[in-house]
Each structure stands twice: as structure tokens, then as C-alpha cells.
């Protein structure tokens, strides 16, 4: 019985200590990073933003805008998620996806510094991404051969929960349609930075100044602190993570591209992300993005993946059902 109370009364003692674990900790990290001139950056932000990562043609090269432009733009944003919502009717109709109730894209363009921007991209100019001559040909051309359902592997990485849509988890870290949150943790060591869509955790080293030879998901970072600036570099991406695809962005990285982020305070709610990415295999100089990482009291819950994906059987189960009908057909049954 006198184990019994003990452990009872540890399991409290325990209980209670987790309870104040989250507050106590993080002004705790706050204080000593303070006190070692180490910026705090921790916390939980949102990227989203309607604003895309190449500039439309419609703004005539201008990088920032006005106030009333930016509010026709956001009612041309609605619009555009209005039509995204599935269109069913008869029973043949594709099943679709899922409407706008579950789509969290950002309401207004992104706001850095006060400037309404209208491209991710600040380098170019233009505001586009400098594709090195001849590039896109080789880029598709190397996917000729594969039909989009042969298998598993040739299927999207977020499809397949390997990696996030896109580049949501980054690097560089770009919105996407939903789930656009993330958590920045600092310790002595390492950067941690956990996206919200497919829960990828990058973790960033900042006692190494040297690559390993791996190619990893996500690429492998190392860091160091200029300042009040969090400095990342990142390269010897898996092969597999080259093609970045999402509705609202597209971009192509080789496995030895490097990609330098930084990240910096601009006040108590806003952090500057500023990445560059250098790809002389795919792009014809190095382009350069900005985003503002904007607080937010929400927290970031679990994206189960794997646990849920029964879309990827279906769809290549429907598709041997496809070639199945065609084959009666060819031999008139």
C-alpha cells in the first residue's frame, strides 16, 4: 500500500509539473536567449497568403501596391476558392475533392513592413522565375515513359505522405491551400521547425558547419545566428522532392540546389522569412523570396497522414479497373 501512495503521489507531482511545462518553459528559453543575445524566434505562425509566389502579369511588374488594389485582388481571391468548390451531378460525375469548408489559403495578400506585395519573389524583378534555357523541356521530358497511375511511386509526394504539398514544409516554405501553420523551437543545439501539413519536422543543426553526404527529405540544414538572424542553409535534397507542385506555386529544385533562408523579427507578432535558391542546374541565376511568418495563438494538431490515405489504393485500384474494361473492349466482350 505504501508503494501504491507513492506512486500515486509521483504521478501527481508529474502531472502537475507537465501542466506548467509549455509557459514555464518558453519564458524560461526566452530569458536565456536574452541573455546570450540569441534571438527568439519561437513560436506558432502562419504563411498563409493569397499573394503567389510568381508575379500575374496583371500588376505590370510592380512589386508593391495599393490599398485598394489590394482589396480587388482579394475579392478576386474569393472568387477563385468559390470555384474550386466540386461540381457533382449524375452518376457519372468524378467524385472530386473536398469544398472550400476545409481550404484556409489566407484572406489578404501578403503585408511586409507595410507593403502590399504581389509576388513572393523580389529577385528578379520581374518578379518570375528564371528558368535556365531549355530546362522545362528536360524537366518533363524525363517523366515521358510513366503514365500518372502506374504505381505508387510516380503519384505525388503529399499523396503519398512522404512530404507535404508543395513546398509547405519547405525549404524555402511556401503556402499552400490549407494547414499552412508552423512551429519554431530553439534550444542550444538545434532549430526545430514543424510544418502543420504532413507534420514534416526539419531539424537544423547549428553546431555543424559541414553537409553530410545523405540526400534527405526536406534537404539537410545547418545553421548559425548573424545578429538577430536565424541563417539556414540547406542542400542534398532527395531526389524524389525535386518536383514542387501545388494549385498556387510550381518550382523545380535539383538534388544539389542550395537554398539560404533567413529568419528575423520584425516585431512581437511577425517574423521576416527570406529565402535565396541557387540552382544552376534548373535556373539561370539565384532567385530570391520573402514572406512574412505571422504569430498565432492556435496550435498545431497532428496531420495523420498515413492513417487516413485510403484515396491512394482507390485511385490505383480504379485505374486497373480502367485497363481492365479497356481490354473487354479491345477484344469485344
Same mark, same amino acid.
Given at each position: 500500500?505504501?508503494?501504491?501512495?507513492?506512486?500515486?503521489?509521483?504521478?501527481?507531482?508529474?502531472?502537475? !509539473?507537465?501542466?506548467? &511545462?509549455?509557459?514555464?518553459?518558453? !519564458?524560461?528559453?526566452?530569458?536565456?536567449?536574452?541573455?546570450?543575445?540569441?534571438?527568439? /524566434?519561437?513560436?506558432? $505562425? %502562419?504563411?498563409?497568403? &493569397? =499573394? @503567389? /509566389? #510568381?508575379?500575374?502579369?496583371? $500588376?505590370?511588374?510592380?512589386?508593391?501596391?495599393? =490599398?485598394?488594389?489590394?482589396?480587388?485582388?482579394?475579392? =478576386?481571391?474569393?472568387?477563385?476558392? +468559390?470555384?474550386? &468548390? !466540386?461540381?457533382?451531378?449524375? *452518376?457519372?460525375?468524378?467524385?472530386?475533392?473536398?469544398?472550400?469548408?476545409?481550404?484556409?489559403?489566407?484572406? %489578404? @495578400?501578403?503585408?511586409?513592413?507595410? #507593403?502590399?506585395?504581389?509576388?513572393?519573389?523580389?529577385?528578379?524583378?520581374?518578379?518570375?522565375?528564371?528558368?535556365?534555357?531549355?530546362?522545362?523541356?528536360?524537366? $518533363?521530358?524525363?517523366?515521358?515513359?510513366?503514365?500518372?497511375?502506374?504505381?505508387?511511386?510516380?503519384?505525388?509526394?503529399?499523396?503519398?505522405?512522404?512530404?507535404?504539398?508543395?513546398?509547405?514544409?519547405?525549404?524555402?516554405?511556401?503556402?499552400?491551400?490549407?494547414?499552412?501553420? !508552423?512551429?519554431?523551437?530553439?534550444?542550444?543545439?538545434?532549430?526545430?521547425?514543424?510544418?502543420? @501539413?504532413?507534420?514534416? *519536422?526539419?531539424?537544423?543543426?547549428?553546431?555543424?558547419?559541414?553537409?553530410?553526404?545523405?540526400?534527405?527529405?526536406?534537404?539537410?540544414?545547418?545553421?548559425?545566428?548573424?545578429?538577430?538572424?536565424?541563417?539556414?542553409?540547406?542542400?542534398?535534397?532527395?531526389?524524389?522532392?525535386?518536383?514542387?507542385?501545388?494549385?498556387?506555386? $510550381?518550382?523545380? /529544385?535539383?538534388?544539389?540546389?542550395?537554398?539560404?533562408?533567413?529568419?528575423?523579427? /520584425?516585431?512581437?507578432? =511577425?517574423?521576416?522569412?527570406?529565402?535565396?535558391? +541557387? +540552382?544552376?542546374?534548373?535556373? %539561370?541565376?539565384?532567385?530570391?523570396?520573402?514572406?512574412?511568418?505571422?504569430? &498565432?495563438?492556435?496550435?498545431?494538431?497532428?496531420?495523420?497522414c498515413h492513417e487516413g490515405n485510403y484515396a491512394l489504393p482507390g485511385i490505383l485500384a480504379g485505374a486497373r479497373?480502367?485497363?481492365?474494361?479497356?481490354?473487354?473492349?479491345?477484344?469485344?466482350?
Amino acid at each position: 500500500m505504501a508503494a501504491l501512495r507513492l506512486l500515486k503521489t509521483l504521478s501527481l507531482c508529474l502531472l502537475g !509539473s507537465l501542466s506548467l &511545462v509549455p509557459g514555464g518553459l518558453h !519564458s524560461q528559453q526566452t530569458a536565456n536567449f536574452s541573455q546570450n543575445g540569441i534571438p527568439d /524566434l519561437q513560436g506558432v $505562425f %502562419s504563411i498563409a497568403t &493569397v =499573394t @503567389m /509566389l #510568381e508575379r500575374g502579369e496583371q $500588376f505590370g511588374g510592380e512589386l508593391v501596391i495599393s =490599398t485598394e488594389q489590394a482589396a480587388v485582388i482579394g475579392e =478576386t481571391g474569393a472568387s477563385y476558392l +468559390d470555384n474550386l &468548390v !466540386s461540381n457533382v451531378s449524375g *452518376a457519372e460525375a468524378q467524385v472530386g475533392g473536398y469544398n472550400t469548408f476545409w481550404m484556409d489559403p489566407g484572406e %489578404s @495578400m501578403a503585408v511586409i513592413e507595410g #507593403e502590399i506585395r504581389t509576388s513572393i519573389i523580389v529577385e528578379p524583378e520581374d518578379g518570375r522565375l528564371p528558368w535556365a534555357e531549355g530546362a522545362l523541356q528536360r524537366i $518533363f521530358g524525363s517523366m515521358r515513359g510513366q503514365g500518372p497511375l502506374d504505381g505508387p511511386e510516380v503519384r505525388p509526394m503529399g499523396e503519398r505522405c512522404l512530404v507535404g504539398f508543395g513546398s509547405s514544409g519547405g525549404p524555402p516554405m511556401l503556402p499552400v491551400l490549407y494547414n499552412n501553420h !508552423s512551429r519554431i523551437v530553439q534550444t542550444d543545439d538545434y532549430v526545430m521547425i514543424l510544418a502543420e @501539413m504532413n507534420h514534416d *519536422a526539419r531539424i537544423i543543426r547549428l553546431k555543424d558547419s559541414q553537409h553530410g553526404k545523405m540526400h534527405k527529405w526536406l534537404g539537410d540544414s545547418i545553421g548559425y545566428y548573424n545578429g538577430d538572424t536565424l541563417v539556414v542553409e540547406t542542400t542534398n535534397f532527395h531526389v524524389q522532392e525535386s518536383f514542387r507542385g501545388a494549385l498556387r506555386h $510550381f518550382l523545380y /529544385l535539383s538534388a544539389d540546389a542550395t537554398i539560404t533562408e533567413e529568419f528575423s523579427r /520584425l516585431d512581437k507578432n =511577425t517574423l521576416l522569412y527570406r529565402f535565396t535558391v +541557387d +540552382d544552376p542546374a534548373v535556373y %539561370s541565376r539565384p532567385w530570391t523570396g520573402e514572406l512574412p511568418m505571422n504569430a &498565432v495563438e492556435d496550435r498545431i494538431y497532428e496531420y495523420a497522414c498515413h492513417e487516413g490515405n485510403y484515396a491512394l489504393p482507390g485511385i490505383l485500384a480504379g485505374a486497373r479497373r480502367q485497363e481492365l474494361e479497356a481490354e473487354f473492349e479491345l477484344a469485344g466482350q
